[in-house]
Structures are given as structure tokens and as C-alpha cells.
């Protein structure tokens, strides 16, 4: 009851004597502070939005034409050939002399305003022509075009100054739809090397029949519906790829990532909780204030940044037919997890972010609690790691009322998820294990102590080693990774040399940056300010039916996990810095390893996937590389066959350049597969069958790849900081006798390598893969050497 009457700013009563007034002074400041923070946010927002709108042009240079406008004026030389005069005949209350050469300045403002407004219109339409220019890159470094040069410069005078994260988003272009018989020879190029004669005959049929058929109708309406929409793959791809999947997201959909490896700041858990999430929350407020600088390739091309708005405070809600994203604007707490219990700790105190140290005795709390978790409280997460069906109609049926949606709704709206585990995790080159253990801990967990649905749920172990598993709807791994670099290069950072030079670029806590690091004993640096509040412990009430509903869906979970073939291969022989000499591009290389590997798997090859990224292009995703081109295979065969060395070279530059102009292909719009997923989609709709589509979209991926961004901030000079690179992440395989590979180029002589596969599939096996990968890159270095 004292909590509920200090609550209370202003109460009177009335007597027989008269009336009695008491006003509580804290909580009234409290409301007002809660006020002028929200005020203040308004206007942040407002400015910004009115920054973004007026970019690449500014505020100042309104005062700068209205200034010479009005000079001009003055000087009795009319800048606007009458305009000005016509619209000083339109201002009311105009009869007076000193009115009159008022209305005239007036009128003067409005047109410089009106020319400012054309000015910046302009300029917006001219930078969004500029950046619909994608032939620099096709040019090779050094030898750049003079229309590219001169674009570059028209980039770096018409791009605007000091951009905010969304700065761009009104001048990026649109995603283009490809021609249809170009995506189609495309496709047949693609597969015809992976075919018999015979079957690539009938598709061909079919692919003609297509093009001459139903797929021009088909074509028509994504051509409008690009004019219509944003973007014409997006929507549809987070729906019908992601949100309307009923199988299970863990695995099949969520990935992770690791720590950096080679470097413990410290083994205090509660230490290394408190210093990272505390630099997570700073990195979000620099993404709500768009304070975040975009990424802008060579300095100069923006790319979209679309994604980054549902980093935080965002969650998948299960449905019975399709599930959907909800993202709160504003969240003032995460929930944890620790020994089967869930709890609630406010991120802040008086309006002001909660310090490290103060974060830190809340977790300690949290991990010295040892209280007994509630009757189905322990196993809830695995829900969100079964099928989507039974947790829809639990989430409905059990957690729609009461305490259960109370405290369902403090996860849900949570800015994030955190768990605490109880076993340590670590990099042992003594023992490759561990690292498949600690890379099992982050993409499943126990299959009930990670909150899959949420954007990402942060993950400390005992020792004080992190990492993240995070859902795929809301965004794509470069996102994670971006927020993932400037968290843990700042932490490094600050234990460093260069810590005072970061405390000058990370504005968001300029005058406290050096206060966040480890002392002597591993603990956050600084002392308390106040008192923090207490973790608030989440009640359930759970039934028994939901329990059964739990339990069944841990079983279905536990099936997955023990599927799982996950092997982290750290490779260091050589890295990038040895592929440059090559004059190969690094990620080409690699995919000719892979290529190698998986002959000498398999004997054969397969269908590839490769992600690449569309954000050249406003709320662009990711578009497919099939990276297993008939130049690569004829590297691969000559390779392994023993062909003389220049020849296996020359194959694999020629395997290389095919390789770049696939990838810089689907990175200007002219890619396969999203064209093709868009027309299935269209052809849906309208229920019309199409057999070509329905043939080129079943067609598995037995080989998935993707590369981790790395170094996507200036952040950290890893030449400098060679022990600090990021162990990178993965996600599971695509099909059930295929593999998933990840990899991430570490400096100039790592790299990590995430292969995953099922353990049910006979001939699948990512120990033995990453054994032959290990080989093939070396046979490959062993190509270019001398002797």
C-alpha cells in the first residue's frame, strides 16, 4: 500500500471542517520528467524527420538562398521576374506604407522558400539518378571508367553532409524487376552443367513454354506491383519464406553468432552482462535517434537501413496460419533468464539509463536467487522452439488472460532477451570440441532457455563468454552483426590503447566512456549513483494441459537438437591476406573450395546457394548467387584431377570472374530467384499452375553458404588488434541431406568456417567436410606455389 500511496501525485478529501489538500512533490517531478523526456523525443523525432526530408539539402541552406534572395531585393533588382510582386498582391493588410514593405520582405521569404523547396527536390530526384548507377560496380579496382569517376565526384558534391541513419531512404532507389527471358536463360545457365541432357531438355521446354505463355501475364502484374509497392520482393518474402512457416523456427530459421575467441575481458558473468547490454542499449538509442552512421560503400554509396528499425523491441507472435511481427516503439526493460526463472529489470532509473555497475548488481541478484521455478516456468521457451501451431493456440487459449499474459507480455515487449547459462563456453585449440559445444549452446540452447520468437535473446555463460541467437523475419544477419561489431570492439576498445580516441566518436556516452571497463577483479568499473531497482520475478499460473502442450513441444525441440551436426572449423593456415596476392577475390575463392569439397564428398555437384545483399536498392534484402557455375566445376574437376598447375589457375580466375559477375549481378537488381519466388507468388494468386515454376523452385539446396560482414564499422584496426577478431556465426542446414556453411574472413590470416548438417542423413557428416575444406584450400595454396 505505501508503493500505491506514494504513487499518487495529488489527492484532497473533504470534511465537515473543509477540504484537505496533499500533494506528493516526488511523484509530480516524476511526471513531469516522464513528460519532457516524452517531448523531447517528439521533437528529436520531428527534427529528423524533417533533416531526412529536406536531405541532401539542409536547414541552413534555406538561410542561405532566403539571404541572397532578400539581398538581391534590396538592391532593387527583382530575382523572381514579377513572382515576388504577385505574391505580395495576395498578403492581406498590405494599405499602409510600413505594412506594405512588410508584406513585400514576407513575400520576398516565400519565394526563397519556394526556390529552396525546388532546390532540394531537385537535389533529392538528382542523388536518387546518381544512385541508380551501377556500373562502378563492374570495373575493377584501379582502372575506373572516366563516367565513374565522374559520377563519384557528383556523389560527393550532390550526397549531402552528415547523414542520419534514414538520411538516404527517400533517395534510394527501387528494386528493379528483371526481364523475364533474361531470368530465365539465367536460370537454365545456372543448372544445365548439373543435369542430365535429358532433363535439361524437358525444363527447357517448359521454360520456353513459360516465357511465351502464362509468364508474360504473370510479369505484367509484379511490373505493377513494383510501380505500387516499395519494394516488390520484401513483403512477400517475409511472409510466405518466414511468417508462414509452421515448422519449427529454431534451427530451421533462427542463427547465431560467437564472441571474439581469442580475447576474455573477464569470467565475472554479471561483469560482462551488465558492460555488454549496457552497450546494446546505447547502440539502440543511437538507432532511435539516428545518431547510427548508414553504411555507405567506398564512403559513398549508401545502402538501405530499413532493417535496423526492428532490432528492438520487436517479436514474432505465432498464429495458426501465418505468424506476425510486432514492434513496440518504446521499451523500458528486458526480461532474463536464469535456472528455469524469468525476470523483469528495468533499464532505467529517473529517466537516465541505468550504469553498468548498477546493472551489475541487479544480475548478481538474479544469479544468487535460487529460488525454484514455477510449475511449468522451466521448459516455457520451448514453445517458441516447436511447431507453430500448438503454441499458436496455447498463446491463445493459456496466455490470453491473467497473470500468464502479464507476464507473456513483459517478454514480449522486453527490448531484448537475456539468458544467463550455467555452463561455461570457450575457444580451446587443445580441444576443437568445445567450440562445436559453445556454437550448439548459441543456436539451440537446451532448447527451452532462449526465447526464439524475440529479435534476439543475448546469451552469457558462466565464464563470461556471449554470443546471440536471433529470429530471421525481422531482419538478415548483417544487421546482427553490425550492432554485434560496434558492441564488442567498443568493449575491446575501451580495455585498450585507443580508448580515448573512442570516447570521442561514440557520442551517445561521450562523458562516461571511460568509466565502462573492468577493474582488477573483473568487475564494471565506476560506483552506483543509486540504489538500482530490484529484478521483478515473472509469475505464471500454467495448467496442466498447457504443461502437456510445453512438454510435447520440448520433445519436438529435443529432436532437432540431437539432428544437429554442427562443426566450428577455425582455419588458419592462411586468410584474405594470402588470396590477395592470388589476385583472386577472397569470397570466390572460397567458394571454389567449397565446390572442390563437396565433389570430393559426394563425387558430384549440386545446386548452390549463396546470400548476397540488395539494400543498392530502398528495403532491399538478400538475392541467391548460384555459385555453382560450369567454370567452377571445371576448376574443381581439374584440380582434382591433377591438371597442371597454370591450367587449374587459369580455370579458377575464369571460375573467379564468372563468380564476381553473378554476385555483382544480384547485387543491381538482375538476380534469379527473388524475380522467380515473386512470379510463383503471382501465379498463386491468381491459380494459375505454372510446371515451370513449380519445377525451378522445388529443386533443394544441398550446398547453403553465406559470408558474415566483417569489419562493416571503422571501429577497430584489426591489423593493429589481431587477437580480437569475432569467431563469426551460422545457421543450420536447408535440407535434410544437404549442409549449411558459414563463414566469416577474420583478418588477413583467419578464418571460421560453420559447417552444419543432420545426423539422420548417412552421408552427411560436417566433421568430415570441414576435414576435406581444410585440404582443399590447401591444395588450393599449394596451386600458386613455385616449386
Not at 376 to 399: D, N, S, V
Not at 583 to 596: E, G, H, N, T, W
Given at each position: 500500500?505505501?508503493?500505491?500511496?506514494?504513487?499518487?501525485?495529488?489527492?484532497?478529501?473533504?470534511?465537515?471542517?473543509g477540504?484537505?489538500?496533499?500533494?506528493?512533490?516526488?511523484?509530480?517531478?516524476?511526471?513531469?520528467?516522464?513528460?519532457?523526456v516524452?517531448?523531447?523525443?517528439?521533437?528529436?523525432?520531428?527534427?529528423?524527420?524533417?533533416?531526412?526530408?529536406v536531405?541532401?539539402?539542409?536547414?541552413?541552406?534555406?538561410?542561405?538562398?532566403?539571404?541572397?534572395?532578400?539581398?538581391?531585393?534590396?538592391?532593387?533588382y527583382?530575382?523572381?521576374?514579377?513572382?515576388?510582386?504577385?505574391?505580395?498582391?495576395?498578403?492581406?493588410?498590405?494599405?499602409?506604407?510600413?505594412?506594405?514593405?512588410?508584406?513585400?520582405?514576407?513575400?520576398?521569404i516565400?519565394?526563397?522558400?519556394?526556390?529552396?523547396?525546388?532546390?532540394?527536390?531537385?537535389?533529392?530526384?538528382?542523388?536518387?539518378?546518381?544512385?541508380?548507377?551501377?556500373?562502378?560496380?563492374?570495373?575493377?579496382?584501379?582502372?575506373?571508367?572516366?563516367?565513374?569517376?565522374?559520377?563519384?565526384?557528383?556523389?560527393?558534391l550532390?550526397?549531402?553532409?552528415?547523414?542520419?541513419?534514414?538520411?538516404?531512404?527517400?533517395?534510394?532507389?527501387?528494386?528493379?524487376?528483371?526481364?523475364?527471358?533474361?531470368?530465365?536463360?539465367?536460370?537454365?545457365?545456372?543448372?544445365?552443367?548439373?543435369?542430365?541432357?535429358?532433363?535439361?531438355?524437358?525444363?527447357?521446354?517448359?521454360?520456353?513454354?513459360?516465357?511465351?505463355?502464362?509468364?508474360?501475364?504473370?510479369?505484367r502484374?509484379?511490373?505493377?506491383k513494383?510501380?505500387?509497392?516499395?519494394?516488390?520482393?520484401?513483403?512477400?518474402?517475409?511472409?510466405?519464406?518466414y511468417?508462414?512457416?509452421?515448422?519449427?523456427?529454431?534451427?530451421?530459421?533462427?542463427?547465431?553468432?560467437?564472441?571474439?575467441?581469442?580475447?576474455?575481458?573477464?569470467?565475472?558473468?554479471?561483469?560482462?552482462?551488465?558492460?555488454?547490454?549496457?552497450?546494446?542499449?546505447?547502440?539502440r538509442?543511437?538507432?532511435?535517434r539516428?545518431?547510427?552512421?548508414?553504411?555507405?560503400?567506398?564512403?559513398?554509396?549508401?545502402l538501405?537501413?530499413?532493417?535496423?528499425?526492428?532490432?528492438?523491441?520487436?517479436?514474432?507472435?505465432?498464429?495458426?496460419?501465418?505468424?506476425?511481427?510486432?514492434?513496440?516503439?518504446?521499451s523500458?526493460?528486458?526480461?532474463?533468464?536464469?535456472?528455469?526463472?524469468?525476470?523483469?529489470?528495468?533499464?532505467?532509473?529517473?529517466?537516465?539509463?541505468?550504469?553498468?555497475?548498477?546493472?551489475?548488481?541487479?544480475f548478481?541478484?538474479?544469479?544468487?536467487d535460487?529460488?525454484?521455478?514455477?510449475?511449468?516456468?522451466?521448459?516455457l521457451?520451448?514453445?517458441?522452439?516447436?511447431?507453430?501451431?500448438?503454441?499458436a493456440?496455447?498463446?491463445?487459449?493459456?496466455?490470453?488472460?491473467?497473470?500468464?499474459?502479464?507476464?507473456?507480455?513483459?517478454?514480449?515487449?522486453?527490448?531484448?532477451?537475456?539468458?544467463?547459462?550455467?555452463?561455461?563456453?570457450?575457444?580451446?585449440?587443445?580441444?576443437?570440441?568445445?567450440?562445436?559445444?559453445?556454437?550448439?549452446?548459441?543456436i539451440?540452447?537446451?532448447?527451452?532457455?532462449?526465447?526464439?520468437?524475440?529479435s534476439?535473446?543475448?546469451?552469457?555463460?558462466?565464464?563470461?563468454?556471449?554470443g546471440?541467437?536471433?529470429?530471421?523475419?525481422?531482419?538478415?544477419?548483417?544487421?546482427?552483426?553490425?550492432?554485434?561489431e560496434?558492441?564488442?570492439?567498443?568493449e575491446?576498445?575501451?580495455?585498450?590503447?585507443d580508448?580515448?580516441?573512442?570516447?570521442?566518436?561514440?557520442?551517445?556516452?561521450?562523458?562516461?566512456?571511460?568509466?565502462?571497463?573492468?577493474?582488477?577483479?573483473?568487475?564494471c568499473?565506476?560506483?552506483?549513483e543509486?540504489?538500482p531497482?530490484?529484478?521483478?520475478?515473472l509469475?505464471?499460473?500454467?495448467?496442466?494441459p498447457?504443461?502437456?502442450?510445453?512438454?510435447?513441444?520440448?520433445q519436438?525441440?529435443?529432436?532437432?537438437?540431437?539432428?544437429?551436426?554442427?562443426?566450428?572449423?577455425?582455419?588458419?593456415?592462411?586468410?584474405?591476406?594470402?588470396?590477395k596476392t592470388?589476385?583472386?577475390?577472397?569470397?570466390?575463392?572460397?567458394?571454389?573450395?567449397?565446390?572442390?569439397?563437396?565433389?570430393?564428398?559426394?563425387?558430384?555437384?549440386?545446386?548452390?546457394?549463396?546470400?548476397s545483399?540488395?539494400?543498392?536498392?530502398?528495403?532491399?534484402?538478400?538475392?541467391?548467387?548460384?555459385?555453382?557455375?560450369?567454370?567452377?566445376?571445371?576448376?574443381?574437376?581439374?584440380?582434382?584431377?591433377?591438371?597442371?598447375?597454370?591450367?587449374?589457375?587459369?580455370?579458377?580466375?575464369?571460375?573467379?570472374?564468372?563468380?564476381?559477375?553473378?554476385?555483382?549481378?544480384?547485387?543491381?537488381?538482375?538476380?534469379?530467384?527473388?524475380?522467380?519466388?515473386?512470379?510463383y507468388?503471382?501465379?498463386?494468386?491468381?491459380?494459375?499452375?505454372s510446371?515451370?515454376?513449380?519445377?525451378?523452385l522445388?529443386?533443394?539446396?544441398k550446398?547453403?553458404?553465406?559470408?558474415?560482414?566483417?569489419?562493416?564499422?571503422?571501429?577497430?584496426?584489426?591489423?593493429?588488434?589481431?587477437?580480437?577478431?569475432?569467431?563469426?556465426?551460422?545457421?543450420?542446414?536447408?535440407?535434410?541431406d544437404?549442409?549449411?556453411?558459414?563463414?566469416?574472413?577474420?583478418?588477413?590470416?583467419?578464418?571460421?568456417?560453420?559447417?552444419?548438417?543432420?545426423?539422420?542423413?548417412?552421408?552427411?557428416?560436417?566433421?568430415?567436410?570441414?576435414?576435406?575444406?581444410?585440404?582443399s584450400?590447401?591444395?588450393?595454396?599449394?596451386?600458386?606455389?613455385?616449386?
Amino acid at each position: 500500500m505505501a508503493e500505491a500511496h506514494s504513487a499518487v501525485a495529488f489527492s484532497f478529501t473533504v470534511t465537515p471542517d473543509g477540504y484537505d489538500v496533499r500533494i506528493n512533490h516526488e511523484a509530480l517531478k516524476a511526471v513531469w520528467e516522464s513528460g519532457v523526456v516524452s517531448w523531447k523525443k517528439r521533437i528529436g523525432k520531428l527534427k529528423n524527420n524533417i533533416h531526412n526530408g529536406v536531405f541532401p539539402a539542409s536547414l541552413y541552406s534555406w538561410l542561405i538562398v532566403v539571404t541572397i534572395v532578400l539581398a538581391v531585393q534590396l538592391v532593387s533588382y527583382d530575382p523572381s521576374f514579377g513572382f515576388i510582386q504577385l505574391i505580395h498582391l495576395h498578403i492581406p493588410y498590405v494599405n499602409s506604407a510600413s505594412s506594405s514593405l512588410l508584406g513585400l520582405y514576407i513575400s520576398t521569404i516565400v519565394f526563397g522558400t519556394l526556390i529552396w523547396i525546388a532546390k532540394f527536390l531537385v537535389l533529392k530526384y538528382l542523388l536518387k539518378l546518381l544512385l541508380s548507377y551501377h556500373k562502378w560496380i563492374y570495373e575493377v579496382h584501379g582502372r575506373t571508367s572516366f563516367t565513374t569517376k565522374l559520377w563519384f565526384t557528383l556523389i560527393k558534391l550532390y550526397g549531402g553532409r552528415k547523414p542520419l541513419l534514414m538520411s538516404y531512404q527517400a533517395s534510394i532507389p527501387k528494386l528493379p524487376v528483371p526481364d523475364l527471358r533474361s531470368s530465365v536463360n539465367n536460370y537454365l545457365n545456372s543448372v544445365q552443367h548439373l543435369m542430365p541432357a535429358e532433363k535439361y531438355k524437358e525444363v527447357e521446354t517448359l521454360a520456353d513454354d513459360f516465357c511465351k505463355g502464362v509468364g508474360k501475364k504473370f510479369q505484367r502484374y509484379l511490373i505493377l506491383k513494383s510501380w505500387w509497392a516499395t519494394n516488390y520482393v520484401s513483403d512477400w518474402w517475409e511472409e510466405y519464406i518466414y511468417l508462414r512457416g509452421r515448422s519449427p523456427i529454431m534451427i530451421n530459421s533462427n542463427y547465431y553468432g560467437l564472441d571474439a575467441l581469442l580475447v576474455h575481458n573477464t569470467s565475472v558473468q554479471a561483469a560482462r552482462a551488465a558492460n555488454l547490454i549496457y552497450a546494446m542499449l546505447m547502440y539502440r538509442r543511437e538507432v532511435d535517434r539516428e545518431e547510427l552512421r548508414p553504411i555507405l560503400i567506398n564512403n559513398v554509396v549508401p545502402l538501405c537501413s530499413a532493417q535496423y528499425e526492428r532490432q528492438f523491441n520487436t517479436t514474432r507472435i505465432p498464429g495458426i496460419e501465418t505468424d506476425k511481427l510486432v514492434h513496440f516503439k518504446e521499451s523500458n526493460h528486458i526480461t532474463v533468464y536464469h535456472k528455469g526463472r524469468y525476470f523483469k529489470v528495468l533499464i532505467k532509473h529517473k529517466q537516465r539509463f541505468l550504469k553498468p555497475a548498477e546493472l551489475e548488481i541487479i544480475f548478481q541478484k538474479i544469479l544468487d536467487d535460487n529460488s525454484a521455478p514455477m510449475e511449468g516456468e522451466e521448459h516455457l521457451a520451448a514453445l517458441t522452439a516447436g511447431e507453430r501451431i500448438p503454441w499458436a493456440k496455447a498463446r491463445q487459449e493459456y496466455f490470453n488472460h491473467g497473470k500468464n499474459k502479464t507476464s507473456l507480455d513483459a517478454i514480449e515487449k522486453a527490448a531484448f532477451c537475456v539468458t544467463f547459462d550455467t555452463e561455461p563456453q570457450e575457444y580451446d585449440p587443445k580441444d576443437p570440441s568445445k567450440l562445436d559445444r559453445y556454437g550448439k549452446a548459441m543456436i539451440h540452447g537446451k532448447g527451452y532457455d532462449r526465447w526464439f520468437d524475440k529479435s534476439f535473446t543475448f546469451v552469457v555463460c558462466s565464464n563470461g563468454q556471449i554470443g546471440f541467437n536471433a529470429e530471421h523475419s525481422w531482419a538478415d544477419a548483417p544487421i546482427m552483426a553490425h550492432m554485434w561489431e560496434v558492441v564488442v570492439t567498443r568493449e575491446h576498445i575501451l580495455l585498450g590503447a585507443d580508448a580515448p580516441l573512442m570516447a570521442q566518436t561514440w557520442e551517445a556516452c561521450q562523458q562516461h566512456e571511460l568509466r565502462h571497463g573492468y577493474d582488477e577483479k573483473g568487475h564494471c568499473l565506476g560506483t552506483p549513483e543509486c540504489e538500482p531497482p530490484h529484478p521483478i520475478r515473472l509469475h505464471w499460473e500454467i495448467p496442466t494441459p498447457c504443461i502437456d502442450v510445453i512438454e510435447s513441444s520440448f520433445q519436438v525441440a529435443t529432436k532437432l537438437m540431437n539432428d544437429l551436426d554442427l562443426h566450428i572449423m577455425m582455419f588458419t593456415e592462411f586468410g584474405k591476406g594470402f588470396v590477395k596476392t592470388c589476385k583472386v577475390s577472397p569470397d570466390a575463392f572460397i567458394q571454389a573450395a567449397l565446390q572442390l569439397t563437396y565433389y570430393r564428398m559426394e563425387n558430384k555437384f549440386c545446386l548452390t546457394y549463396e546470400s548476397s545483399m540488395t539494400r543498392l536498392f530502398r528495403e532491399g534484402r538478400t538475392e541467391t548467387v548460384r555459385s555453382c557455375t560450369a567454370e567452377v566445376c571445371n576448376f574443381a574437376l581439374a584440380l582434382n584431377e591433377g591438371k597442371p598447375k597454370s591450367e587449374c589457375i587459369k580455370l579458377l580466375n575464369k571460375a573467379a570472374e564468372t563468380h564476381q559477375k553473378l554476385y555483382r549481378d544480384t547485387m543491381t537488381g538482375r538476380g534469379v530467384d527473388r524475380h522467380l519466388f515473386c512470379l510463383y507468388v503471382v501465379s498463386k494468386y491468381l491459380d494459375i499452375e505454372s510446371p515451370f515454376l513449380s519445377k525451378a523452385l522445388s529443386e533443394p539446396w544441398k550446398l547453403s553458404t553465406s559470408q558474415t560482414p566483417h569489419q562493416q564499422t571503422d571501429r577497430l584496426d584489426l591489423n593493429k588488434y589481431p587477437d580480437r577478431i569475432c569467431g563469426g556465426g551460422g545457421f543450420g542446414p536447408v535440407t535434410d541431406d544437404g549442409y549449411g556453411v558459414s563463414y566469416i574472413i577474420a583478418g588477413e590470416d583467419t578464418i571460421f568456417f560453420h559447417i552444419s548438417c543432420k545426423v539422420s542423413c548417412p552421408h552427411t557428416d560436417s566433421h568430415k567436410f570441414g576435414a576435406t575444406l581444410k585440404k582443399s584450400l590447401c591444395d588450393m595454396r599449394e596451386m600458386f606455389s613455385k616449386n
